[in-house]
């Protein structure tokens, strides 16, 4: 159980802009014409790229990395919007102990834009930051759906995603316990910390990373794209040569 002091969400979200990119999320005006809500990329699972938000955002990573294979550039696009998700949730909690809603018909989402996400929330609803209420708000609304879709489309393996949504949180915690120690806020360093753990707990999530080292059970594949190499926290310690297969599963 996490004690968190619970202070008023700011309307502008203004003090997740010190901790980074993948932090921020816009309550600012939304561009015209509107980009789609997640809930809407999450359900359209069509087959015509510029007409489905999720299908064009998979090939325009695929475009970027140069990436012979779709599922590649899908596990990419997934540990991407997880990592953002993440961050806005986890930071939030850890600075005010709330949250914001994170429905996904209330966010909005450019699915051409650049990396970190571009995210526009379009109503604050402010809920208490505990663990379970991050589970619900980033697991269940929106990884769940998303692994999915995904899953439906490209035939993306439920353990390399839940690894990605596994590395995608371990690496805000990161991002965030390193800010609070410059910053001097233990207080926030702490209840991230604590946070991360009862969320690295959580069914959807447990058993994805060595729980010593934080290191995944599985691959992301980014290792297949040209002159990817492997990540920091990668099961292996340099690209394999026999068949990734063995390693998204």
């Known amino acids: 159980m996490v004690l968190l002091l619970l202070v008023d969400l700011d309307p502008d979200l203004t003090a997740l802009r010190p901790l980074g990119g993948f932090f921020v999320l816009r309550t600012d005006a939304v561009p015209r014409p509107a980009p789609p809500t997640l809930a809407e990329a999450y359900e ?3 087959p015509e790229v510029y007409g489905n938000s999720m299908t064009f955002r998979v090939q325009k990573v695929a475009d970027a990395l140069r990436a012979s294979e779709l599922r590649i550039a899908a596990s990419v696009a997934q540990q991407g919007l997880a990592a953002r998700l993440w961050s806005v949730s986890l930071g939030c909690a850890a600075l005010h102990g709330r949250i914001p809603d994170l429905d996904p018909r209330l966010l909005r989402w450019d699915a051409d834009g650049s ?3 571009d995210l526009w929330l379009t109503e604050l609803r402010p809920l208490p930051g505990d663990a379970a209420n991050l589970a619900a708000a980033v697991l269940d609304g929106h990884l769940e759906p998303l692994a999915a879709a995904l899953r439906d489309r ?3 393996a439920s353990g390399l995603l ?3 949504a ?3 949180l371990a690496g805000a915690a990161r991002q965030l316990l390193g800010w609070a120690h ?3 806020r233990t207080d ?3 209840r991230a910390r604590a946070l991360t753990a009862e969320l690295l707990a959580h069914p959807a999530l447990a058993g994805t990373l060595d729980p010593a080292t934080l290191r995944r059970r599985s691959c992301c594949l980014y290792y297949r794209v040209p002159g990817g190499g492997v990540c920091g926290d990668c099961c292996f310690t340099r690209p394999p040569r026999s068949s990734p297969r063995a390693a998204s599963g």
Do not use: C, I, T
């Open 44 to 46: 359209n699972r069509g």
């Open 162 to 164: 839940r690894g990605n």
């Open 115 to 117: 990396a970190p996400d």
């Open 182 to 184: 410059a910053n001097g």
């Open 166 to 168: 596994a590395s995608a």
């Open 154 to 156: 490209y035939r993306v």
């Open 188 to 190: 926030v360093a702490a």
